[in-house]
């Protein structure tokens, strides 16, 4: 298990979370990762947290501790307050804004495989099947003035003390929390019919971004061309171009460039490679072109990035 508490001090936050999270959230052992943010009084008072639009395998249970965050879930905008906690499903999209300078939130992460057993039964065909096969789906979020949240707030709660003291034995207690948790949201008819509030064109959009992104993620060393990404999704360029304008508020293009720069941080970060190879690994044709965008994203030279570690 991995456990970070995070002072923000600004809108570069992304760097945990993007588009389809390249975060390891846990392991296979210690499927489970937790955070916590803490907002300082030293960003921008507008803003002073910012997690970009991303998507990933994992469940995430967002607990505002206190401050106000905004969340966009599957393209649908949410206000959050102090108590409120969310629970968003694998897969689903969603992007975080932080409205107050005070502002703590914890989230959780988990893979809910984790949960499955070779066992048919109640719990696993009534439950877990079906929330694996993406039918149920989690109720987005529990304010304090409803039935069900002095017990899930009692089991979130839990979960945080737990994995905050990380004993010996943290992981045995996690999977149990969250087989209460499965259940108690069973039980409280907090399962839905998986996005039922989303139109066949939204759905079609997400999963058709998805595939984009991920052929980028996947493909990002060789040269991508919007007529490639085009011919994926069996759409018009122009239909690529405005459905990754709405989503993930970019061009298809720009996002590429900003993953490259991602993977050569990664690697000015940890390997001695010359700035020129790590351009051209990283599917940069000349440094020129790797240090002008560098710069633009990172505010800074490759060399100094690797400098300050």
């Known amino acids: 298990m991995e ?14 979370f993007e588009l389809k999270e390249k975060t390891e959230h846990g392991t296979e052992r210690d499927p489970v990762w937790y955070v916590e943010f803490d907002m300082k009084k030293t960003g921008p008072r507008t803003c002073p947290f910012y997690v970009d639009r991303h998507w990933h395998p994992e469940c995430e249970i967002l607990y505002v501790e206190k401050g106000t965050l905004e969340l966009e879930h599957n393209l649908n905008t949410i206000l959050l307050h102090e108590g409120d906690i969310v629970l968003i499903d694998p897969e689903d999209l969603h992007e975080i804004t932080g409205c107050s300078d005070d502002t703590i939130h914890h989230a959780i992460l988990f893979d809910p495989k984790m949960l499955s057993t070779n066992n048919k039964d109640a719990f696993q065909l009534d439950i877990i099947d079906p929330f694996l096969s993406h039918e149920l789906g989690f109720t987005t979020i529990i304010s304090p003035d409803l039935l069900a949240y002095s017990l899930i707030s009692e089991l979130v709660e839990e979960l945080i003390r737990i994995m905050k003291k990380h004993d010996k034995y943290w992981i045995y207690e996690a999977k149990v929390l969250l087989f209460r948790l499965m259940l108690a949201s069973y039980e409280m008819k907090l399962f839905v019919k998986k996005n039922v509030d989303l139109s066949e064109e939204q759905r079609l959009g997400i999963d058709r971004y998805k595939m984009i992104q991920t052929y980028i993620e996947e493909h990002y060393r060789q040269e991508i061309h919007l007529e490639e990404l085009a011919e994926l999704i069996d759409c018009s360029e122009n239909y ?12 298809p293009i720009h996002y590429l460039i900003q993953f490259r720069i991602e993977k050569a941080c990664e690697l000015l970060k940890n390997t001695t490679m010359p700035v020129l190879d790590i351009a051209l690994a990283v599917g940069f044709t000349n440094v020129s072109y790797f240090i002008r965008p560098f710069k633009e994203f990172k505010h800074t030279t490759p060399l100094k990035y690797r400098k300050s570690f």
Do not use: W
Request: aromatic letters at 12%.
């Open 3 to 16: 456990c970070f508490i995070i002072e923000s001090a600004g809108k570069n936050m992304s760097q945990y």
């Open 240 to 251: 690529v171009g405005r459905l990754f304008k709405r989503i993930s508020h970019d061009s």
